[in-house]
């Protein structure tokens, strides 16, 4: 079964600096997401993606915070200078229009 | 806007025991509704889904939850509960727009099954 895949796994990086987290959504799917889920805490939506450009987007998802479809399989989510509280597991998605969304296994990104 | 409340952030039954994850949504709109699990290093899993129609669905692993609109609730259950079933369990309420499924979770419930 076609899966969205997700790298690094762990990314670990020093407060201030950029970070980029790559996705490859499931190849015939139109919809990209990005949701986090802080430790402890629920599962959040970021933003979404859709014929090149965002679709919707939460209050989370500030001036800080990019996504990017560089070419027909990847799907990015870079973060410019990175706070503390930007910790989290980052999971991709993908769907198709009115589907269920399918998730990566996620990144974990800690901030130190 | 819409949202998502469970019941019991954490929920322990014996194995072969039923599983009862409580789920209750809200929404100005008629909802989707999901089930997800999370093993732990993984990602989120779906296990079913209730979008229109007979209002009983099922998902993989003998899971299966009901839509009561009268409840606005989307009870997740499973008649006997086995040790792999071990996980936590996202709800979630979703529209679709033409940008997309958003997906509202709720904070989901940690199921411990104990021998």
């Known amino acids: 079964e076609p899966e969205v895949t997700q790298t690094p796994s762990h990314q670990v990086t020093q407060m201030g600096q950029e970070v980029i987290l790559r996705c490859v959504p499931i190849?015939?799917?139109?919809?990209f997401y990005w949701y986090r889920q802080i430790l402890g805490q629920k599962v959040e939506f970021l933003v979404s993606f859709y014929n090149n450009e965002i679709s919707e987007k939460s209050e989370i998802f500030d001036d800080q915070f990019s996504v990017e479809r560089p070419d027909g399989s990847n799907f990015t989510l870079k973060i410019r200078s990175t706070k503390l509280e930007d910790s989290a597991m980052y999971f991709c998605a993908s769907s198709e229009a009115g589907a269920p969304l399918h998730f990566g296994n996620g990144t974990r990104l800690t901030v130190t | 806007a819409q949202s998502v409340t469970q019941l019991g952030s954490h929920v322990s039954v014996s194995e072969g025991a039923l599983v009862l994850l409580r789920c209750n949504y809200s929404s100005s709109v008629p909802p989707y509704l999901f089930w997800y699990v999370q093993y732990p290093n993984q990602g989120l899993q779906l296990l079913l889904k209730y979008t229109t129609g007979a209002t009983l669905v099922k998902g993989i692993n003998g899971f299966e939850a009901e839509f009561k609109k009268s409840e606005t609730s989307f009870h997740l259950t499973k008649p006997s509960a086995h040790m792999s079933d071990a996980a936590e369990y996202f709800c979630?309420?979703?529209?679709?727009?033409?940008?997309?499924?958003?997906?509202?979770f709720g904070t989901g419930t940690q199921l411990k099954v104990e021998l």
């Open positions: 190849s015939n799917h139109l919809y």
């Open positions: 979630a309420v979703s529209r679709y727009t033409g940008g997309g499924n958003k997906l509202t």
